[in-house]
Nanobody, 124 residues
Framework: QVQLVESGGGLVQAGGSLRLSCAAS????????MGWFRQAPGKEREFVAI????????YYADSVKGRFTISRDNAKNTVYLQMNSLKPEDTAVYYC?????????????????WGQGTQVTVSS
């Protein structure tokens, strides 16, 4: 069993930056693929980024490519999402998720564990 707790959300102006963190419990964290998703009001939860178990492979949604960076520190059981050049359309609740496999995909149905989410609001 893995528990995930996100932090780092908040209110930021367009063009600004935030770094989200997701702290995981459990000794097997380092074997899991980790992803970030987001959900805006009235919309489906959508994929943002994924990191393989080692962090050597990453993949991003086109909408965030070049602006967001996913990274992980397995010694700290933590995955991060650095968000730069934020836009109002990035406003959403951001969730981290864990897949027990070493690599995963962009479908939310592939993930086994979810955090409670952290709100990110970008003002224009």
């Amino acid at each position: 069993q893995v528990q995930l707790v996100e932090s780092g959300g908040g209110l930021v102006q367009a063009g600004g930056s935030l770094r989200l963190s997701c702290a995981a419990s459990g000794r097997t964290f380092r074997r899991y693929a980790m992803g970030w998703f987001r959900q805006a009001p009235g919309k489906e939860r959508e994929f943002v980024a994924i990191s393989s178990w080692s962090g050597s492979s990453t993949y991003y949604a086109d909408s965030v490519k070049g602006r967001f960076t996913i990274s992980r520190d397995n010694a700290k059981n933590t995955v991060y999402l650095q968000m730069n050049s934020l836009k109002p359309e990035d406003t959403a609740v951001y969730y981290c998720a864990a897949d027990e496999r070493s690599y995963s995909g962009s479908s939310r149905y592939e993930y086994d564990y979810w955090g409670q989410g952290t709100q990110v609001t970008v003002s224009s």
